[in-house]
């Protein structure tokens, strides 16, 4: 069992910064990619960011210059720093950790529970 923990989430007005936290732990041996999605009221769960335990990350037009992401691949841990923040970025954002593996092989796709990000103008 693997469980993703989300924190740093909260209101910000237009222009501010918020960075988000996630730690994933459990039966883990590695995680190739962790990221970060979101998902507005009526919307789809979009990505906004991925970073590879490599190191390369890849970002969401929409986000690029904007937001950051980063990780400490050998504390599973995987942060998003948001500067410029803007209404549209308003969502719950939820963090992921894609093709990761249990110390017996097992190959996981596990979601955290969500932390909301509330942006005012």
């Not at 999605?37 to 190191?55: C, D, F, H, W």
């Amino acid at each position: 069992q693997v469980r993703l923990v989300e924190s740093g989430g909260g209101w910000v007005q237009a222009g501010g910064s918020l960075r988000l936290s996630c730690k994933a732990s459990g039966s883990i041996f590695s995680i190739n990619v962790m990221g970060w999605y979101r998902q507005a009221p009526g919307k789809q769960r979009e990505l906004v960011a991925g970073i590879t335990s490599g190191g390369s990350p890849n970002y969401a037009d929409s986000v690029k210059g904007r937001l950051t992401i980063s990780g400490v691949n050998a504390a599973n841990t995987v942060y998003l720093q948001m500067n410029s923040l803007k209404s549209e970025d308003t969502a719950v954002y939820y963090c992921n950790a894609d093709k990761g593996v249990t110390p017996s092989g097992v190959v996981f796709n596990y979601w955290g529970q969500g932390t909301q990000v509330t942006v005012s103008t």
